[in-house]
């Protein structure tokens, strides 16, 4: 059986003025950051929203590992809460003076209540204020089928796309 193809498109903002915003109106959500570093948080995170996407590159990372990447200075995590639950995140990784959203997603159960366009709107804003000079994400045909479009909603644009 031939393994279907997949198209990975990589996006960036080069100017935080390119964000189209997307505020929390919901009162039950609540975006916060992470600031006291947990790579169990991180695994669990990966693991709980990425199961549905296919993120497997990760998994087989001993503790070691997955401390030596979320707990690193160039990495910083926000957790989007609904009524309490962890309900979303995005990790933010500096590349110098690039920012990338190194992943991003939605837990299954929150997905359809409007979170995503301001969760992202969220990771492009921290992005611009931890100081990038360009802010860039990859997604792909294994994403939810809204994840492109609520990347370019927010302002994002194709600058590279590749077929696997």
Not at 2 to 23: D, G, N, Q, R
Not at 40 to 66: C, H, M, P, V
Not at 88 to 109: K, T, V, W
Request: net charge negative; charged share 25%.
């Amino acid at each position: 059986m031939a393994k279907e193809a997949v198209t990975i498109w990589s996006l960036e903002m080069t100017s935080p003025e390119e964000l189209i915003h997307k505020s929390v109106t919901n009162p039950d959500f609540v975006i916060q950051e992470c600031q006291a570093k947990q790579f169990q948080f991180n695994r669990f995170l990966y693991s709980y929203i990425g199961k549905q996407w296919e993120w497997t590159d990760k998994l087989a990372w001993s503790d070691d590992q997955w401390c030596d990447y979320a707990e690193n200075d160039n990495l910083r995590l926000w957790v989007g809460y609904y009524q309490g639950s962890p309900a979303g995140y995005f990790e933010l990784q500096s590349q110098n003076d690039d920012i990338e959203i190194s992943y991003f997603g939605l837990a299954e159960p929150f997905i359809g209540k409007g979170l995503g366009g301001c969760l992202l709107s969220a990771a492009i804003s921290e992005a611009w204020n931890w100081g990038a000079k360009r802010v860039w994400v990859h997604t792909c045909t294994l994403d939810h089928d809204y994840a492109l479009r609520n990347y370019q909603s927010r302002g994002l644009k194709i600058y590279k796309e590749e077929t696997c």
